[in-house]
């Protein structure tokens, strides 16, 4: 099972920020947290990950909680192009000590005009 | 930038028959990975795969599906015998290596309808 929580969906002005929460309640010290988008009909985009402090690129800002069982994604003004499913993941380390991620059901952020 | 493709972009099988669905990983990268999403559901991890071989697999990865890097460039995704709860899409992905903080690139994957 995912090891994180979102809500299932949000909305967003267009132009206008948008945060996107995420807890990781169970996350370990060497986890690091990654975020990625999916539009439709195409596959998972990478956004931005991180593992303590925040992060910046131009796509979005992360912000990670001092105790790190939460995060949150930034976009700083949303475009109708940014309404997708943002998925929050921490990746299963498996036995081969390869990782793999665990895809929960992610948020559907709608943009509106 | 560099990007994983898939070809092709839609596969139409009658059951039963086997399927091959391609994928080119980012040149320099090292770990390959493929996932599936069945319709409005979840991306599922099917099986990763480095230095030629398996290291992980999915319950979902029985003796139907396979994994080859038939060259220095392509990776593919075998399944035997189709049945119709293998229509999904399939998503191929890639990484430099595997630490915790090295993301996978995937692809736009392959539309795989049985019939």
């Known amino acids: 099972d995912a090891k994180t929580t979102q809500p299932n969906s949000m909305e967003s002005n267009e132009e206008e920020p948008v945060h996107l929460p995420c807890n990781h309640s169970?996350?370990?010290?060497?986890?690091?947290i990654h975020w990625y988008r999916q539009l439709p009909s195409q596959g998972p985009e990478y956004v931005i990950h991180?593992?303590?402090s925040n992060v910046n690129n131009r796509m979005a800002s992360l912000a990670i909680a001092e105790d790190r069982k939460s995060s949150t994604l930034i976009l700083h003004r949303a475009t109708l192009r940014d309404a997708a499913v943002y998925y929050c993941?921490?990746?299963?380390?498996?036995?081969?000590?390869?990782?793999?991620?665990?895809f929960g059901t992610g948020t559907r952020l709608k943009v509106l005009a | 930038e560099p990007e994983v493709t898939q070809t092709p972009s839609h596969q139409v099988t009658q059951m039963g028959q086997e399927v091959i669905l391609r994928c080119v990983p980012i040149?320099?990268?090292?770990?390959f990975y493929w996932y599936r999403q069945i319709l409005g559901q979840k991306v599922e991890f099917l099986v990763s795969?480095?230095?030629?071989?398996?290291?992980?697999k999915s319950e979902i990865f029985d003796d139907q599906f396979s994994v080859e890097r038939p060259d220095g460039s392509n990776f593919t995704l075998k399944i035997r015998s189709t049945k119709l709860e293998d229509s999904a899409m399939y998503f191929c992905?890639?990484?430099?290596?595997?630490?915790?903080?090295?993301?996978?690139?995937f692809g736009d994957g392959t539309r795989l309808s049985i019939l």
């Open positions: 795969f480095y230095n030629n071989e398996i290291s992980e």
């Open positions: 993941i921490l990746r299963d380390l498996t036995t081969s000590g390869t990782y793999k991620y665990i």
């Open positions: 991180g593992l303590t």
């Open positions: 169970t996350i370990s010290g060497t986890d690091y």
């Open positions: 992905a890639s990484s430099t290596r595997t630490g915790t903080n090295q993301p996978q690139h």
């Open positions: 040149s320099n990268h090292l770990y």
